[in-house]
Structures are given as C-alpha cells and as structure tokens.
C-alpha cells in the first residue's frame, strides 16, 4: 500500500517564528517555552506540532515527550493524524501503539519516545503523574483542567526541557490567560498570537466562510481571536421573524429524513419533549413540542406516565400509525426513564451533554439559519429571550449558563451535538 503523501504549502510569518524560536542562532532559543493562541484555522496546531517535533528530534535522543489533547481521540483526530504524515515527508519513521498510546520516531541513530494523553477531568493529573519528560506539548489547553497542566508541566524535569501551548480563547479570567499569558515574560515564554491571515492555506473565500459561523462573544475569540467575556443573551442572533415559521406545510418536510425526539427530563423541574424534522431545503425544524412542569401544576408524573405521554406526542400518519423515530436522544442522567422507554421498545440514544460545545453548535446553526421552529413551539421561542450568560461564573473565568428558563434549550443543544454534529465535520473546526 502507497502511504499517504502531506504536501507543505508555504508558512506564513507567524508560522516561521514557531519553526524557528529554538533554533541555536535564534535570539529566542534561550526561553523556556512558546505559548499560541488565537484565531480558529489560524495554523497555529499544525505549524506548533511540526516544530515541537523537529525540536524534539533534533535536541534530544533517547528521551521521553508528552503529547496532550482534551482526549486522546481527540489528539489522534486533530493532531497526530497529519502530524505522522508530515513527519514521514521529513524523513522520519514513526509507529504509534494504540493500546499504549505511545508514538515512537526515528531517523538514523536519533529515537526518541512520545506519549498521548488526554486532559479531560481533575482525574487525569493522575495518568501522567510519576513521568520524567523532556518536553510537553498541549493541543487546545484552555480546555484542559489546570490541575492537569500543572502536574504535566512538572514532569519536564529534563535539562533543557521546553513547554508548547496551543489554544483558542476563552473568557479573560481563565485560568490559562491569567496564570499563562499574562505571566508569559516571568515565566519566560515566548507569546505568539494568530489570526486567520496567518494561515496562507486559506483562500479568502473559506475566511468570508468561516466569519459567518460565529457572532457575539464567539466572533471575538474564533475569529478576532481575543479572549472576551461571556455575557449576556446567549443566544442574542435569535429573531423570531426569522427563526419561527407560522405554517409549516407538510409537502416540504423531507419524507425520506429520519425524524428525532430529544428530551430534558425532569422530577420536579421541566419534562420538554422536542421533534425534529428536516425540511426539503436542508435545514432542521422543530414542529411539535410538549412541556410539563410538576412544580407549576403540583403534581409530578411517574416515569410511567412520561413514557405514555411520549407515545402519544409522536404524530400518526394517514393510517393512523405512529410515525418512525430514528432514535429519541435523553440526557443520560435520566436512567429511570431511559429504561422505561426501553421496555417499551423506544430506540434511545444518549445524549451528547457537552455545553459549551453544544451551545457553540447552536449560535452557528441559528446564525446561518439552519435551524427553525414552529410556531407551536412556544416554552422554547420563550426561552431564547432568557437563556443567558451566568455572570458569576464568569467572575470565577468559567463560561456557564444560568441554570433557569434552560429546558427547552437543553432538549434543543442534545439535538445539535448528538445528530447535527455528526452531520457537519466544519463545526468541529478549531
């Protein structure tokens, strides 16, 4: 089998620097490390990656590096998926074990050993703990758990060790900016900040593209690339006259798309029920909603009577047969009733509750108006003008929204991540 081929287009300014900073004859090579944010496909990950490699390679034999991302499947994913090819094209050899996660690279007498991780949770501290490492490299580490920085960061016990930071931004008391970026000079790192213009890869089509994804506080850290607070209405580019459709006619429903539920349950809080629909233009159209609140009517339903209530929200057709629902998507949190949907024969797909992420998914669908409701549809159309930015947690550097008027919206962000986002690589774009 022919190997994949990764073909270099030319680096821009801003790329050479990260190429270059460690290099004997740069007035840089005596710093400790290099910190880069910015924009979204700004090159920042690929020219960071190759550069810490050809550091590695070149300074070091026989040692151990860190690799880290959010995850480890994300790493492969976004990183190490390219970062291979490139390394082949510059003449190394490279295999990676998956059961170790340990990628190991030659060239000539020069081996040396790097090891993926993944900083999801305060937890993983744990599973670099004990490691002595020459260097670390951090993909996305503003979305890491500063614990597990921290612990990795103190694992480069080598002589001579350097430590490479690549992320997009957050809000500006993040831990990362305060403690990182802010400090960059004391802790003598070099700070590098990119916008999308650094990329020379990009034509100004795909820029003009990717500009219209985001707007309010996302627009500012993706594509201004500066670190903003998050304030607010969260949801701000809502409008009714756009986002709501008064009649849906049944004639432009795709008949031949699946058909979802998405639910937020709730004991005494909400029980939301949404059904979703794809319209023969392409976009995704919320048509049916229930909504049941045990505190306002006093009186809280047993997980029996949701799933009645489910069974009789799905729509009939001319024969009077339930419609087929490709899966109905519950947070999984919900394990009572998820079971008691079960028993009834209901196809169940967990849901992905992952919330600034899903809230990212959102704003962009709403924005390129891919995303619409129904009329009927009020308890949702209602809570777009409430769900809003917790300003206390954002006091903390946390983006977070405020646990109120936040059901609809939950059912709603478990629809874009677990469905639509499978369908639309670009959003995981970063």
Avoid at 133 to 153: H, K, N, R, W, Y
Avoid at 155 to 178: I, Q, T
Avoid at 254 to 262: E, L, R, S
Wanted: proline fraction near 3%; charged fraction near 25%; glycine fraction near 6%.
């Amino acid at each position: 089998m022919k190997r994949a081929v990764f073909k270099f287009k030319p680096f821009s300014t801003k790329q050479l620097k990260v190429l270059t900073w460690w290099l004997p004859e740069s007035p840089m090579n005596d710093m400790d490390g290099i910190i880069a944010d910015g924009a979204i496909r700004s090159g920042k990950t690929l020219s960071m990656a190759l550069s810490f490699m050809l550091w590695s390679m070149t300074c070091f034999n026989g040692e151990h590096f860190g690799l880290c991302g959010k995850t480890i499947l994300a790493f492969r994913r976004n990183v190490l998926s390219f970062l291979r090819l490139m390394l082949w094209a510059r003449g190394y050899t490279n295999h990676y074990d998956r059961s170790e996660n340990r990628l190991d690279v030659r060239r000539g007498k020069v081996a040396n050993t790097f090891w993926v991780f993944g900083g999801k949770d305060e937890r993983s501290q744990d599973l670099i703990q004990g490691m002595t490492l020459a260097g670390c490299l951090f993909d996305e580490t503003a979305i890491m758990p500063e614990s597990f920085v921290t612990q990795a960061t103190a694992r480069c016990s080598v002589e001579g060790a350097k430590l490479w930071f690549n992320c997009n931004p957050e809000g500006p008391l993040h831990w990362f900016k305060v403690n990182w970026i802010d400090k960059a000079a004391a802790k003598n790192l070099l700070y590098l900040h990119f916008t999308m213009d650094d990329n020379l890869s990009l034509s100004e089509k795909v820029k003009a593209r990717y500009r219209s994804m985001y707007t309010g506080v996302f627009w500012k850290r993706f594509i201004d690339g500066v670190w903003a607070i998050a304030e607010g209405i969260i949801y701000e580019m809502f409008d009714p006259d756009r986002h709501v459709l008064t009649e849906i006619n049944r004639d432009d429903i795709d008949p031949n798309a699946p058909k979802y539920i998405t639910i937020d349950y709730g004991t005494q809080n909400p029980t939301v029920f949404h059904l979703w629909e794809r319209l023969k233009d392409g976009r995704w159209v919320c048509t049916k909603e229930y909504y049941y609140c045990g505190r306002d009517t006093g009186r809280q339903k047993t997980d029996s009577e949701y799933a009645d209530d489910y069974e009789a929200f799905i729509p009939r057709d001319e024969e009077g047969k339930p419609i087929d629902i490709t899966w109905t998507i519950v947070d999984p949190s919900a394990a009572s009733f998820i079971a008691e949907l079960k028993k009834r024969g209901v196809t169940v797909r967990n849901a992905n509750n992952d919330v600034l992420n899903g809230i990212r998914l959102m704003r962009t669908l709403l924005s390129l108006e891919l995303l619409v409701y129904s009329d009927s549809c009020t308890y949702a159309i209602g809570e777009f003008g409430m769900y809003a930015w917790d300003e206390k947690a954002a006091a903390r550097g946390e983006d977070a929204p405020v646990k109120e008027s936040d059901h609809c919206m939950d059912a709603d962000r478990y629809f874009v991540n677990t469905v639509v986002r499978r369908e639309r690589k670009w959003a995981e774009a970063a």
